[in-house]
Every structure is written in C-alpha cells, then in structure tokens.
C-alpha cells in the first residue's frame, strides 16, 4: 500500500506541475520535489520522466477503458448505444484531464504533443474493444460490415480528433458537420436507416 502511494503521489506531482508548465521543462528533480521524496525513489517506479508522463495519462483514461471492457460484455445493449457511452466517457475523462490548460504557459507544439499522447493511447487501448463491440453487432444482424477492425479505428479517428478539437480547432458548426458526415456514412456503411444513430452526434 505504501509503494502504491508513493507510485500515486508522483503521478500526482507531475500533474501539478503540468498546470502552468511544459513537460519539456519539467526535470525529475521537480517531481520528486513536488512529490516530496527522493529522486532516487523516482527511478524505482519510473525509467524517466516520459514513462511518468504514459503512466499519468493511463491513470486518467482508466476510466473510459474500463468502460469500454465492461460494455464489451453486455451484448444486450445496442452497439452503437455502447459506442456512445464510450466516447463520453472518453470526453468526460478528457474534460478533468485537460481543465487547467487555459492557464498553463506551454505553446501552441506542447499542447499538441500532449494531445498526440492522450489521442494515441485512447485509439490503441480502445481499438480492440471497440471492435470487438462491432464484431457483436455483426454476429447479430445489427451491423452489415465486414472489417470490424477498420471501422473502429476510423469511428475513433473521428470522434476522438473531432471532440478532442486541439490538434484540428473547429467551431462548433464544423465538429457537428463533421460528426453529422460520419454518422451518415456509417447509416449507410451499416445497413442502418436514416436517423437511427443521430444519437451520435449528442455525445
């Protein structure tokens, strides 16, 4: 329990730090420092200060992952219905994540370094799941698509980009003209009728 503490604690320190700094010039140092232990503590759960910055990220996106790996095993529930609930709580977790970034003083190519890690490791822990959902779909007639895979890697570009909107900055009008497009496509891509997942673009 303790190591799990002091584990938390310097996850917790670089998120501090992060608020009004770059992680560029963050040194393991300051974490140790903000965390309130030895830096050669830090060395004992972390290899460097990239592999607390992966560890901080997963930390903040458990919760939508484990979202996702629980609805993969309610095929009761429509899997379009299922997507929905997974990209919220993908937004909700993004929305806590990232609150503080109107403030901070990193540029413009430190944010979208940041967001190139969170939108990686949402599509590659999500990718599986998501297509596994697809795949249910499948088995039972409520989804006409052969490449499950594809089309989870491609419904995830889209909503995770569209509603992350830091690394292509949008108005609202355009993310809704974007999510409206893709909702199309796969009405038509999946044997859907018209209208039937516009529940999609409320997420």
């Known amino acids: 329990m303790a190591n799990q503490a002091k584990y938390e604690k310097i996850l917790d320190a670089l998120q501090t730090l992060l608020e009004d700094r770059s992680i560029q010039t963050i040194s393991v140092s300051e974490i140790a420092q903000t965390a309130g232990i030895g830096k050669g503590s830090i060395y004992y759960y972390f290899p460097s200060k990239n592999a607390i910055l992966d560890a901080l990220i997963q930390r903040n996106y458990e919760k939508p992952i484990q979202t996702a790996r629980s609805l993969t095993s309610q095929p009761d529930i429509s899997p379009f219905t299922r997507m929905a609930m997974i990209f919220q709580a993908c937004r909700n977790s993004s929305s806590e994540f990232l609150k503080s970034e109107g403030t901070t003083a990193s540029g413009a190519q430190e944010k979208a370094f940041l967001h190139q890690k969170y939108l990686n490791h949402l599509i590659s822990e999500l990718k599986p799941e998501l297509a596994a ?31 992350d909107n830091t690394l292509i900055p949008s108005t609202r009008e355009e993310i809704e003209d974007t999510i409206a497009g893709l909702v199309s496509l796969l009405e038509k891509g999946t044997g859907n009728p018209t209208g039937s997942l516009n529940f999609l673009m409320t997420i």
Do not use: C, N, W, Y
């Open 133 to 163: 959902i697809i795949r249910q779909g499948i088995e039972r007639g409520e989804i006409h698509f052969d490449r499950s895979e594809a089309l989870a890697e491609i419904v995830l570009i889209v909503l995770t980009v569209k509603l």
